[in-house]
């Protein structure tokens, strides 16, 4: 399928964009963690085949570049293994936006692949021995989005990091297909 066929929806979100469960079993926060547990080899298995002009395809006309969006992937995830930590050590703490598409276009975004590889790799380590470790009343721990205007609990963040992941997993698989097959 090219890009052609897609329309600006279906590129930028080849998943379907997010939406919270209306309830969180057992099973799906099972499953969100496995998600998040298995992304790094998941990630490393498919961008290893990629080369330079390749990593440097975008995913979308005007969209970030595969090597960017693994790079994105870290720099998400570091943040959202920070606003984690302060849910469980603080109260609803107020959390520190940043603008994704500045922090796309700096320096460390050409850095070989292998750093963001690498910190994916212990970022979700540690993210899945948090959420495994919790209890119930933990879930619940909460903290503040002041840009979205939204109070996430530690089960929305599991289900939406989850989804992150393999939201930008798909826009590089999808890439490779419409356009290295």
Known sequence: MSTA???DEQLRYPTGKFKAPETYTPEYIEQCIE???????RLRATVIQLNGAQLNTTYRPGGWTLQQVVHHL????????TRIKLALTE?????????????????????????????????????VALFESLTEEQW????????????????????????????????????MK???N
């Not at 870290?74 to 293994?81: E, F, I, P, R, T």
């Open 91 to 127: 109260n609803n703490p107020t959390i520190k936006a940043y603008d994704e598409a500045a922090w796309a276009t700096q320096a460390d975004v050409k850095l070989p692949l292998e750093s963001s590889l690498k910190m994916l790799e212990g970022i979700h380590q540690h993210m």
């Open 140 to 175: 619940q721990r909460t903290f503040f989005h002041p840009e979205r205007n939204i109070t996430y609990t530690l089960h929305l963040s599991a289900a939406m990091y989850a989804w992150h992941s393999n939201h930008h997993l798909a826009h590089i698989t999808e890439t």
């Open 178 to 180: 419409q356009w290295f």
């Open 35 to 41: 998600t998040i547990k298995t992304l790094p080899v």
């Open 5 to 7: 066929t897609l329309n």
């Open 74 to 81: 870290a720099d998400s995830h570091m943040n959202a293994l």
